[in-house]
Nanobody, 115 residues
Framework: QVQLVESGGGLVQPGGSLRLSCAAS????????MGWYRQAPGKQREWVAS???????IYAGSVKGRFTISRDNAKNTVYLQMNSLKLEDTAVYYC?????????WGQGTQVTVSS
């Protein structure tokens, strides 16, 4: 069984950067594709980015060119480097498998972009 714990969120000004981490308590080798998701206030949770076991990454159009997903299987960790942050990136960010598995949802990490 895998448990996922997100960290690295915070308050940042527009144009700033943050790096999120997702640590798995169990091996993520069993999860082929990992993803980051986010939920903004009053909105449904949405997919942000995915990375396959060999490192192939895809992104939502709204973050492409600004966010970078990566994974370190030896450390059981998935990362999301977020640059050029915008006000609309404000949300709680979660990691999960792709497609997401209900038991894997963690508490998420809050990202607030504000001037």
């Amino acid at each position: 069984q895998v448990q996922l714990v997100e960290s690295g969120g915070g308050l940042v000004q527009p144009g700033g950067s943050l790096r999120l981490s997702c640590a798995a308590s169990g091996s993520i080798f069993s999860i082929n594709t990992m993803g980051w998701y986010r939920q903004a206030p009053g909105k449904q949770r949405e997919w942000v980015a995915s990375i396959g076991s060999r490192g192939t990454a895809i992104y939502a159009g709204s973050v492409k060119g600004r966010f970078t997903i990566s994974r370190d299987n030896a450390k059981n960790t998935v990362y999301l480097q977020m640059n050029s942050l915008k006000l609309e990136d404000t949300a709680v960010y979660y990691c999960n498998a792709v497609p997401p598995q209900t038991p894997y949802w963690g508490q998420g990490t809050q990202v607030t972009v504000s001037s």
